[in-house]
């Protein structure tokens, strides 16, 4: 039976705590992956957890995990707060009007406050180190640590299209309607909460054309920087 990506990132978390501070390394690897709708970042992220732990980056007690849409569950335990508050932890920003009308009727708590909840965890996992963090202006919050590379996947619009279109089995016109939701979406997430363009390739390490590589070669180039940059942090 496979494993869900909660059972996956607790046991990662249980891994983790599991190593007594005088065995931990300062500050181990930590990557995290800003994306265009379509342009299959979760699925290289999974394929670059995999070739990580499998070249022997992380130790079988302590495997690569992808934080995604599964983040939201890790926040709100973190925060001991309730379960049902994981369907308005998505990467929009609303109008301020929205926020406050939704937060005076107690709907939530307001989402500048669930995004520093969020800030807080991506900051203790990527310190964690072995964490693939994708979206939720994770680049931007972690910029700070010299543990983590910063990586941005693009692509086509056709070939987003095609791939989404496929995925979710929509016409392409649906499919089209999708991506600019989605990327409109981070895009306002990004600008609203951390005030960055999310387009700015200033905030990455690298920017891969996934269109042109692929799923399978972009996790492999990837997962050969960050390696390289790895050794680069452990000389100085």
Known sequence: MKTSLLEQFNRYLAAQ???????RPPMPLSITISREAGAGG???AGILADRLTAAGSASASTPWAVFDSNLA??????HKLSPRLEA???EEAKLPIQEIVEEVLGLHPSRWTMVQHTTKTILRLAALGHAILVGRGAHVI????????HVRLVAPLQTRIRYTADRYHLADDEAVRLLKEQDDSRRRYVRTYFDVEIDDPTQYDVTINTGRLGFARSAELIANLASQFQEALQAR
């Open 42 to 44: 979760t699925t290289i």
């Open 17 to 23: 705590a599991a190593i007594p501070d005088k065995a």
């Open 73 to 78: 569950k890790q926040v709100l335990e973190d």
């Open 88 to 90: 308005f932890m998505t």
């Open 142 to 149: 972690t910029a700070r640590l010299n543990n983590v590379f």
